[in-house]
């Protein structure tokens, strides 16, 4: 953005203003809180883990298993 020379800041921006997507006035449906209700992807992976022959045997016995760790019930393999 081309500074304003008059007012010292940002053409279009006050002093002290520091806009965000999620304070935005923008007029219609909130996405932020749309996309948090319907995301399923966590959900969906740690369903899937039972119908996986390899990651059941994990769950099952995580303790066996010290290649793999968990994290908010999402299996991650340790580097």
Not at 12 to 22: A, Y
Not at 32 to 52: A, P, R
Request: aromatic share 8%; no cysteine.
């Amino acid at each position: 953005m081309a500074a304003n020379e008059e007012e010292g800041s940002p053409k279009g921006e006050q002093e002290g203003e520091d806009p965000s997507v999620f304070k935005s006035p923008a007029k219609g449906t909130n996405l932020h809180e749309l996309v948090s209700q319907m995301d399923t992807f966590e959900e969906d992976i740690t369903k899937g883990y039972i119908m996986d022959p390899l990651f059941r045997k994990v769950i099952e016995k995580m303790g066996t298993h010290p290649s793999f760790k968990t994290k908010n019930k999402i299996i991650y393999t340790k580097i």
